[in-house]
């Protein structure tokens, strides 16, 4: 079973600048989650999909965060304008819908904004 | 916002020694998991307990929850170098479909 694939793995862009990261979950996993890790802290939950549509974004910063999951499968994440502290690894993961089990995590990227 | 805070934050034992690491929560679950983070990869799912259930083992891994309490505890035994790693508590909940939140983390360093 593939697991999670996400990219790219590792961005660097200066401030103000716009960038986007892509997610593609386990095949058959209807649930879909973006998470924000800064160095040193847990992972924070910025919006969760189920199927195309979002159950979630109560800590995504929509004047610069947006996401979107077209037909349900592959998402993608922007920021723009990104700012220094936009700088942290973003982490997808997927999970059965309704399951409450495991959740299934991508390698992340890194994103650096200097 | 984080649910849950681990504890220590921090933690460095020898090879072959226990370590323990404990999380609180703040609200109700359905379950409590376990994962592990090597440093720069993604998370790795260690094992997860109902909320209905007081302990569980899985290998080296041994998993409490206290839910009067709101608090749970990894105890990894005969540690390894390989063991080295970020390890976090995440909590389920379902408010209409289930979220997992995240803890603070705790630091393990196994020494050779």
């Known amino acids: 079973e593939a697991g999670v694939a996400q990219s790219p793995r590792y961005k660097i862009i200066e401030k103000r600048q716009s960038v986007a990261f892509w997610c593609n979950p386990i095949?058959?996993?209807?649930?879909l989650y973006w998470y924000q890790q800064i160095l040193g802290q847990g992972p924070k939950l910025l919006i969760q999909?189920?199927?195309?549509?979002?159950?979630?974004d109560s800590q995504l910063p929509k004047d610069r965060f947006s996401a979107e999951r077209l037909k349900g499968v592959d998402s993608t994440l922007k920021i723009q304008p990104a700012k220094l502290e936009d700088s942290a690894v973003y982490l997808c993961?997927?999970?059965?819908?309704?399951?409450?089990?495991?959740?299934?995590f991508g390698q992340g990227t890194r994103l650096t904004v200097v | 916002s984080q649910q849950g805070e681990e504890d220590p934050q921090a933690l460095s034992i020898q090879e072959g020694e226990n370590a323990t690491m404990n999380c609180s929560y703040k609200?109700?679950?359905?379950?409590l998991q376990w994962y592990r983070q090597n440093s720069g990869r993604g998370l790795v799912h260690l094992i997860l307990?109902?909320?209905?259930?007081r302990e569980k083992h899985s290998g080296r891994l041994r998993v409490t929850l206290d839910t009067s309490k709101k608090s749970s505890s990894l105890l990894i035994t005969a540690s390894r170098a390989a063991d080295t790693a970020s390890y976090f508590c995440?909590?389920?909940?379902?408010?209409?479909?289930?979220?997992?939140?995240f803890g603070t983390g705790t630091r393990l360093k196994v020494l050779a």
């Open positions: 993961a997927s999970s059965w819908v309704g399951s409450g089990t495991e959740a299934f």
């Open positions: 095949s058959g996993h209807a649930t």
């Open positions: 999909f189920q199927n195309n549509g979002v159950v979630d």
């Open positions: 609200t109700s679950i359905n379950n």
């Open positions: 307990i109902r909320s209905n259930e």
């Open positions: 995440a909590t389920a909940f379902t408010s209409g479909t289930y979220k997992y939140i």
